[in-house]
């Protein structure tokens, strides 16, 4: 999930962190009906074409959709509205920004979005004009976000999916899915043939992350009621020790092939080394063996039966999720999937089998991966073969930490370069350098061939890619925590964009017609710009009332 950028695990690092939002520029009232604007000429809008009506771009999750943009016209992309990002509730009440990470959906013209606070927006497209807010203020981790199918917006709060009018934003149906206080959901729902599907996670910002007893559960609702239909339980019985132990957890909604089969991509076990470990427990030994099914690929039928799963890291010691959403397509002939998380591995499965083809480290690795495998039958007391203190990369925010996206052959990942000091009793590093740490990071594009699993491309980026990849045509845009919109050419990995946003951003980028829509709304104590929701499109002249220079 994305406190401050994801899910951090460092004792002590700030759920939301203050920030100024420069009063300039884009402006707006509490009314549901404002019009809000960044200054922009009109331009004709070009032929309909296939938009990003799902939060993965397609029930496969390849955030790859048909536009107008191309590597030669990328570069005319301007400003045509932006929309604010404010606080409610407590955050508002404590004088802090609000957060956004999400991809939004485009339906009908408009698009349908929701903010760290679970409150959900509706927006025109081509006018930038806000039809209705359902505010919900209900802090979460993130990314968040929405579906909207048939007319329905599904959304959840930290404690609830909810299903919302499209038209009006009237709440039609909530359902309470966490098991206890400790738990919440911090995912944009999956919708398939009737029906909708919520995973919560072990952490509840407003009481902790990976405390004893917190779980994670998917749930298949019935789309018209919010009756529970099935239920699936990622974590088995919390591996014997559930007053210590927790974790699991879906980030992103699952993937769905035709014949309405299941792929999801989950989170790691708790405790774990970032957050230091429980009196008398190092290195995970409160919940030795595997931990299924945390970090782990898993196929189930549409009635929730398990066909398959492929854990990437048992008995995982170090934040190592593997939590994107799997893509679904194909390779030498094959149907397979491919995922990547935290551990900055990329693999890819046979999607009949869960049979792994390929895996492919990416970015930058040190301390012991291998880890987990020493430590899987350790206990509190025998020796473990550990050093006494290693930078581990990837780290607390490291890897592959948004999704992932293909155009059929090429696979493309925004990969983030931080590691973190690390010893038997968690982080050797206060929260305040390991705050100062994250906008110093770098990162990295990567374009891996399919059928080989071999890099076809790398670029280097100055800061942290957290804003996924996604892609239309030869063109795949990801955006950096530092605040700026990149483009690149699919081929070659020629840089052909890179603007500047109105503030730091960890949000991915959704692509509608001549349209890229994009948020910029990280919480700070030095970004003091403008939390905005902007739209980009093809020709248009206008210019953001702030930028990050």
Not at 93 to 120: F, I, K, R
Not at 122 to 145: C, E, F, K, M
Not at 303 to 326: A, C, I
Request: with cysteine; charged share 10%.
């Amino acid at each position: 999930m994305r406190h401050f950028v994801k899910r951090p695990a460092v004792a002590g690092v700030s759920l939301v962190v203050a920030a100024s939002l420069a009063a300039v520029g884009c402006s707006s009232s509490s009314n549901s009906t404002t019009v809000t604007t960044c200054s922009a000429k009109s331009v004709a809008a070009p032929a309909a074409t296939p938009g990003w009506t799902l939060p993965g771009g397609n029930l496969a999750n390849t955030r790859d959709v048909a536009s107008p943009i191309t590597s030669s016209n990328v570069s005319t992309l301007g400003v045509a509205w932006c929309v604010p990002v404010e606080s409610t509730g407590v955050t508002k009440a404590a004088g802090l920004a609000n957060g956004y990470a999400t991809t939004p959906v485009v339906v009908n013209g408009v698009v349908y979005t929701q903010d760290q606070e679970s409150n959900v927006m509706a927006i025109q497209l081509d006018t930038g004009r806000v039809l209705w807010t359902h505010t919900y203020n209900s802090l979460n981790g993130g990314p968040d976000g929405v579906n909207v199918v048939g007319g329905t917006v599904y959304a959840a709060t930290d404690s609830a999916a909810v299903a919302l009018s499209a038209a009006t934003g009237r709440q039609l149906w909530s359902r309470t899915l966490i098991g206890n206080d400790l738990e919440g959901i911090d995912m944009a729902p999956g919708y398939n043939d009737g029906t909708v599907y919520v995973s919560t996670v072990p952490v509840n910002p407003n009481k902790g992350e990976y405390l004893g007893g917190a779980k994670a559960t998917l749930w298949a609702l019935n789309a018209a009621t919010g009756a529970p239909k099935w239920s699936w339980d990622e974590v088995q019985n919390l591996w014997g020790n559930p007053g210590l132990n927790s974790g699991g957890g879906l980030w992103d909604p699952p993937s769905f092939d035709a014949q309405g089969n299941l792929y999801i991509g989950i989170a790691n076990p708790g405790p774990i080394g970032q957050g230091g470990w429980p009196k008398g427990y190092p290195w995970g030994t409160s919940r030795p063996g595997p931990d299924l099914y945390t970090d782990s690929v898993v196929k189930l039928s549409p009635k929730g039966k398990l066909l398959w799963y492929y854990q990437l890291t048992p008995h995982d010691l170090f934040d190592w999720d593997l939590q994107n959403s799997p893509v679904l397509t194909t390779a030498n002939g094959q149907q397979v999937v491919i995922d990547g998380g935290k551990a900055g591995i990329l693999i890819e499965l046979n999607a009949q089998t869960g049979k792994l083809l390929w895996k492919l480290p990416v970015g930058v690795h040190s301390g012991p991966s291998n880890a987990g495998l020493i430590t899987e039958n350790a206990t509190p007391t025998s020796p473990i073969a550990l050093p006494a203190k290693f930078e581990l990369e990837p780290g607390v925010f490291g890897g592959v930490e948004s999704q992932l996206a293909t155009n059929g052959s090429t696979t493309f990942a925004a990969v983030n370069d931080l590691g973190v000091p690390l010893s038997v009793k968690g982080v050797t590093e206060s929260s305040a350098a390991f705050e100062a740490s994250i906008p110093k990071a770098t990162g990295e594009m990567i374009a891996v061939n399919q059928d080989t699993g071999k890099i076809e491309w790398d670029d280097n980026l100055p800061s942290s890619p957290y804003g996924a990849a996604t892609i239309t045509n030869n063109v795949v845009f990801t955006t950096t925590y530092n605040g700026h919109l990149y483009a690149f050419n699919a081929t070659t990995g020629a840089i052909l964009l890179n603007t500047p946003l109105s503030a730091q951003t960890n949000a991915p980028v959704a692509i509608d017609g001549d349209y890229v829509i994009t948020g910029a709304a990280v919480p700070s104590l030095t970004a003091h710009n403008q939390a905005l929701i902007i739209a980009y499109r093809l020709g248009a002249k206008g210019k953001l009332p702030d930028t990050v220079g």
